[in-house]
């Protein structure tokens, strides 16, 4: 393939969908720098990435994310040789918007290019490579709208079911998870969601430690469990600590807010279980008001399972509520949360 081509999407066994509904990338080439060229359709309306309130029209970073987290599925089986049989484990991912005015809607979907750049392979011998790390740029009609990066592994079938067997092994669980019961959703306003199965937390406990919300694990959410897993994905987990910063802030005194996601970065440690309940827990966090008049929050998240850390994630979220005239002109902290 010589030119990136987006009038049909990829096989959807190539970024190990079930949905062809939920595949993002659209072809795939070369470039002469050495780069891997994805082409990514970004849908105007999704039932998951889509269900965020906001106060204007634009395309949600977490569905960037998505597509840069397909793209590396496309990277592995078509330029670094991982047949389609094997399993793969997200070690790392992350995004961040510089140029969030490219992600507003318009009269189309948005055809978007990946361009990835492996750093790093990972590999049992100089021949066969089973994993890498890399960095590439979102470019939307040629301009670069952000950066991400991730890094992942893949396994061949035993072997993941081994490493699985361990791990279950050394938290005394059965071989074949025994899913729990989710616990009562948060309202869905207080995450930015309109529709209740896109809530992925309960309701908030909050401290001086900061905030802390049980994850939901909603098998019947149709973009988060597309096909069946013995493991909660990295991605609801990820989406989970974003909307345990959005309540808290909003417990906290940053009400009537939309925040926009400007960057997350994402650290994966152990998997998390079904058998058990996992937490989000948002430490005390800095809202920063910027000359433009929003309102700027960093977030330090981890999640956590029967003590384990699962999960250590950097967010920022930027709110464009107006301000009094007589603040537009401050940059020193609005609020700090306790």
């Known amino acids: 393939m010589s030119v990136i081509d987006f009038s049909r999407t990829l096989d ?14 659209t072809s795939t080439t070369l470039a002469d720098d050495g780069s891997i060229l994805i082409g990514v359709q970004m849908p105007r309306n999704h039932s998951f990435f889509g269900d965020i309130l906001r106060s204007h029209g634009g395309h949600d970073p977490m569905l960037f994310l998505e597509s840069v987290r397909q793209c590396m599925y496309v990277a592995a089986h078509l330029h670094c040789g991982a047949p389609l049989d094997r399993s793969f484990i997200l070690r790392g991912i992350g995004i ?21 750049r492996i ?11 089973t994993g890498y790390s890399q960095v590439c740029e979102l470019l939307i009609d040629g301009r670069v709208v952000g950066q991400a990066e991730g890094s992942a592994s893949w396994l061949t079938l035993p072997s993941m079911a081994r490493l699985r067997a361990r791990c279950r092994e050394s938290r005394e669980l059965p071989l074949v998870p025994v899913p729990m019961a989710p616990p009562a959703r948060i309202a869905p306003a207080e995450v930015n969601r309109r529709a209740p199965l896109n809530v992925v937390i309960s309701d908030l406990e909050s401290g001086s430690d900061g905030d802390r919300a049980v994850i939901v694990v909603d098998t019947s959410n149709p973009t988060l469990f597309d096909h069946p897993l013995d493991h909660v994905p990295g991605m609801l987990m990820i989406e989970a600590c974003r909307q345990t910063a959005i309540a808290g802030a909003a417990r906290r005194g940053l009400t009537g807010r939309s925040w926009r996601l400007d960057a997350v970065s994402a650290r994966f440690h152990e998997f998390a279980e ?18 433009d008049g929003s309102t700027e929050l960093v977030c330090t998240a981890t999640a956590r399972q029967a003590g384990r850390r699962l999960l250590d994630v950097d967010l920022t979220l930027t709110s464009a509520v107006p301000v009094r005239k007589d603040d537009r002109n401050r940059s020193t902290p609005l609020v700090a949360l306790p």
């Not at 959807?12 to 990338?25: D, F, G, K, M, S």
């Not at 490219?102 to 055809?111: C, Q």
């Not at 937490?279 to 910027?290: D, N």
Request: proline residues 6%; aromatic residues 4%.
């Open 274 to 291: 079904h058998d058990q309940h996992a937490a989000c827990h948002v430490a005390p966090t800095k809202a920063t008001q910027q000359l």
């Open 96 to 116: 961040k918007v510089t140029e969030p005015s490219l992600l507003d809607f318009t009269s189309a979907p948005v055809d978007a290019v990946v361009r990835m």
């Open 119 to 129: 750093n790093r392979r990972f590999g049992h011998n100089n021949d066969t490579t």
């Open 12 to 25: 959807r066994a190539l970024v190990h969908r079930r949905a062809i509904a939920e595949v993002l990338p």
